[in-house]
C-alpha cells in the first residue's frame, strides 16, 4: 500500500485558479507580438541572415530549460527532505517542462547548425552537454513510469533529479577540455560589448519575457493537473480499486 | 567507527564467500568483456599499427559493459530470494549497506580489470600495463561502483530492469568515461599522469558523498 492514499484529500477537485487563466491569456497575446516582432521587426541579421531569426528563441528555450532543472533540483531536495507531495508535483511539472524544451532548444539548434556551420550536429562541448543533459531528464521521467508505485516513482525521480543535476557541471567541464565551435554567448555576463544590436537585444528580452511567461503558465498548470490525478488516484485507492503503477 | 567498518567487512565477505562458491558473476562478466573486445576487433578491423589508438575506447566500452552487468548482478543476488529485505532488518545502518555492496562491485570490477587489461595488451598490441592506466583504472572503478550500486539498487525495482540501469547510469557516468578514455590515451602516448585524473577524483567524492545518502532515501520505504 502506498502512501498516496493517505496524502491526496478526497475533495472536489479545484478549477484551476483564476490568476492561471490570465496567465495563460497572457502568455498568448505575449507569444503572437513575440512573433511579430521576430519574423517582421527584428532586422535581419548581417552575417547570417533570416536563419539567425531562431535565435530568439532558441536561446530562451534554452536558458528556460535551466531553470526547468534548478526546479526539478530544488523541488526533489525538499521531497526527499519533508516527503510532501506539493515539492514532488514542482520537480516533476518542471521534469517534463524541462525535458519539452531542451528537445525543442535541440531541434532548433540543429536546424540553425545546417545552414551556418554545415553539418546538422557536431560533437561541441555546449551541444554534448545538453544532449547529455536531455537523457539525464528523460532517464528521470522513466524511472518514476516504470517504478513499482507512484510513491516509489517519487523518490526515485527525486534522486536522479539530484543527482543529474550534481553531475551538470562535472559533464559540462568534461566536455569543454575539447574545442568549442558554439558561437559565444552575445548576451549576459560573458558577452563583448555591442555585439548585438539594440533593437536585437531588445526583441530578445522580450523574447524571453514571453517565454518565461509561458514557461510559468506550463508549470502552474501541470502541477494543477498532477494534484487532479493524486487525487484521482488516491480515489481509486480509497474505493479498493488496483492503483495504477506509476503515473505517466 | 569501528564497528561501522566491522559491519561493512561482513557484508563484504559475505558476498565474496558467495562469489568464491558460486563464481556466476566474475566468470561471466570476463567472458562477457573479452566478447566486447573481440566485436570491436571484428567491426573496426585495425591494422596492426592501430591497436593503441583504439585500445582506450575499447577497453574502456568493454570495461562500461561488464561493470554494468558486474553492480546489477551483486543486487539481483539480493533480490532473488528477498536477501534485501533481511539485510534491511539487520542492525547494519543504510550507509553500511551502501559501502559494503560499493565495495564488492568495486572488487569485483578490478579483479576482472586484472584479467582484462593484460589480455587487451596482448589482444590489441597496444601497452595497457601502467601505472597511468593503473590509478586511471582505480579512480573509474570507483565511480563506477559507487554511482553502479545507487542506480542498480534503483533499477531492480522498477519494471524493465535490464534497461533500465544503462538509461540512467550512462548519461551520468559520462564525464567519468571520458576521463578514463582521455586518460589513458594519455598514458599509452607516454605521457603519464594526466589532468583528466584530479576531475575524476572530484567525481568519485561528489558521489561517494551524494550516494549514500540518496540509498538511504530510497530504502526508507
Not at chain 1, 531542451?102 to 556551420?117: E, K, Q, Y
Not at chain 1, 543533459?133 to 516504470?146: D, E, F, K, P
Not at chain 2, 570490477?109 to 590509478?135: K, N, T
Request: glycine letters at 8%.
Amino acid at each position: 500500500m502506498s502512501s498516496d492514499a493517505v496524502t491526496a484529500r478526497i475533495s472536489p477537485a479545484k478549477p484551476l485558479g483564476q490568476t492561471t487563466r490570465w496567465l495563460g491569456l497572457l502568455a498568448l497575446v505575449l507569444t503572437l507580438a513575440d512573433l511579430y516582432l521576430i519574423f517582421l521587426v527584428a532586422p535581419a541579421d548581417a552575417v547570417l541572415g533570416q536563419v539567425q531569426r531562431i535565435f530568439y528563441i532558441h536561446v530562451p528555450m534554452a536558458v528556460l530549460s535551466f531553470l526547468a532543472f534548478f526546479l526539478v533540483f530544488v523541488g526533489s531536495l525538499v521531497f526527499l527532505m519533508r516527503r510532501t507531495p506539493r515539492w514532488d508535483r514542482l520537480a516533476h511539472a518542471a521534469t517534463e517542462i524541462g525535458v519539452v524544451l531542451v528537445t525543442l532548444a535541440l531541434l532548433t539548434g540543429i536546424i540553425w547548425a545546417r545552414p551556418v556551420w554545415g553539418v546538422w550536429w557536431t560533437w561541441e562541448p555546449r551541444l554534448t552537454t545538453t544532449l547529455i543533459l536531455w537523457l539525464i531528464y528523460v532517464a528521470c521521467l522513466m524511472v518514476r513510469a516504470y517504478a513499482p508505485s507512484r510513491s516509489r516513482g517519487a523518490v526515485y525521480a527525486a534522486v536522479v533529479g539530484i543527482i543529474g543535476f550534481a553531475d551538470v557541471p562535472i559533464v559540462y567541464y568534461s566536455v569543454q577540455w575539447w574545442r568549442s565551435i558554439h558561437p559565444a554567448p552575445v548576451v549576459g555576463p560573458l558577452a563583448e560589448a555591442g555585439a548585438l544590436e539594440p533593437i536585437m537585444l531588445a526583441i530578445f528580452l522580450f523574447s524571453l519575457a514571453a517565454f518565461l511567461v509561458v514557461f510559468l503558465y506550463l508549470l502552474l498548470q501541470r502541477i494543477a493537473v498532477r494534484r487532479l490525478e493524486d487525487q484521482a488516484a488516491g480515489v481509486r485507492l480509497a474505493s479498493g480499486g488496483q492503483a495504477s503503477p506509476g503515473a505517466p | 567507527m569501528t564497528q561501522f567498518l566491522g559491519t561493512v567487512a561482513v557484508l563484504v565477505w559475505k558476498d565474496l564467500k558467495l562469489e568464491f562458491r558460486s563464481r556466476d558473476i566474475l566468470v561471466s562478466v570476463l567472458v562477457f568483456g573479452l566478447l566486447v573486445a573481440l566485436l570491436f576487433s571484428f567491426a573496426l578491423k585495425p591494422s596492426p599499427g592501430e591497436g593503441a589508438r583504439l585500445a582506450p575506447a575499447i577497453l574502456w566500452v568493454a570495461l562500461a559493459f561488464s561493470g554494468t552487468i558486474t553492480v546489477t548482478r551483486t543486487f539481483v543476488r539480493e533480490q532473488e530470494q528477498g536477501g534485501l529485505e533481511g539485510l534491511l532488518l539487520t542492525p547494519a545502518s543504510r550507509d553500511a549497506i551502501f559501502l559494503g555492496k560499493a565495495l564488492t562491485s568495486f572488487l569485483f570490477m578490478l579483479a576482472v580489470e586484472a584479467v582484462l587489461l593484460p589480455a587487451f595488451s596482448a589482444l590489441l598490441a597496444a601497452p595497457l600495463l601502467s601505472a597511468g592506466i593503473a590509478v586511471t583504472a582505480v579512480l573509474a572503478t570507483l565511480g563506477f561502483a559507487t554511482l553502479g550500486t545507487l542506480f542498480s539498487a534503483i533499477a531492480v525495482q522498477t519494471r524493465s530492469r535490464e534497461i533500465m540501469l544503462p538509461v540512467l547510469f550512462f548519461p551520468i557516468i559520462l564525464p567519468l568515461l571520458i576521463g578514463a578514455v582521455e586518460s589513458s590515451a594519455h598514458a599509452l602516448s607516454g605521457g603519464g599522469f594526466s589532468r583528466w585524473l584530479p576531475l575524476m577524483g572530484v567525481f568519485d567524492a561528489l558521489f561517494l558523498v551524494l550516494c549514500p545518502w540518496a540509498f538511504g532515501a530510497i530504502m526508507e520505504e
